[in-house]
């Protein structure tokens, strides 16, 4: 099949042009015609959707008459050198009874034919040219290098299964080549399968890899101790807008400093230093941390295993009012 439609290309002088998958920017002209055809098929199809194909024909008369703005001629007068006519234009118009020699009208047709195809190329060219200028303005296009970790954007998703619910992306993948037009050569990082074609830039994104908020003490750095000065630091500044709990110094409360056959409390683990208050911000749930080292941060309870979250909440007040627990 190739071969023929190359073939065909050869007769009809026909260019062919190669595009990425999944990138429909590509084939502009093609993409807003069946726009319109959709468009239209939307207007005067039925409720039950099983009556559209006999409504192409008369769309497409219609798009045919129509003057494209683009060129300025309409598709009919570009092809056969005149304006389609319609049955209620032959009734109105009144009939020519001046014999016409076939020559002059043969040599009139070609020459309108060519007049409008370069006319119709001239205003094609103008258009194109504020179009992108217009393009430009807002256009940002991602550029990756060798070796960059990307995620690939899902069209095709499983059947029977929600398209909102499936993930928008796989991956990751690995930048291998860079090609021509932002298109970029991958392969998959579990499999080490390269993808058959080359991916257009707007259907990769960064990966970023997921790391844990902080890293686990050794087991030697367990043990030490918080320091006892550090409890006069002033506290950053904190967001007003988001819903704050009370303090809860978890300092206080700690047992003394376990002995090497003691297993340490998980304040001690975690270097933590005093709970100032929490927070749910963006339906997550959050807690303000005073570190040994001085420094305060946000961090999300999903940072802390079970046993820090049981401290947190069994420390949660000291007035024997009932809790409520900022971890479950």
Known sequence: MSKIVKAMCEILQVTQHHTTSYHPNT???VERQNHTLAQSLRTYCNDTHDKWPSLIPGIMMAFRRSVCATTGFSPFYMLFGQEMKIPFDIALEPKDSLPQDTRVYIDQFLSNIKMSHKIALQNEAAQKEKDKVRHDQTARVRTFAIGDLVLLKVHKFPKGQSRKLCDKATGPYRIEEIGPNYTYGIRRISDHKKQASLVNATNLQPYIRPDP??????QEDQ??????DSDSDSDPEVDQDDEVTPNVDVEATQQPTPTPQQTPDPATRYQIQKVLRGRRKHGRREMYIKWLDGSCTWEPDTCFDQEMSDFINSRWTKQGKRRKSYFN
């Open 27 to 29: 084939n502009g002209t």
């Open 223 to 228: 043990n030490i101790p918080p320091d006892p």
């Open 213 to 218: 908020t902080r890293q686990r003490l050794s």
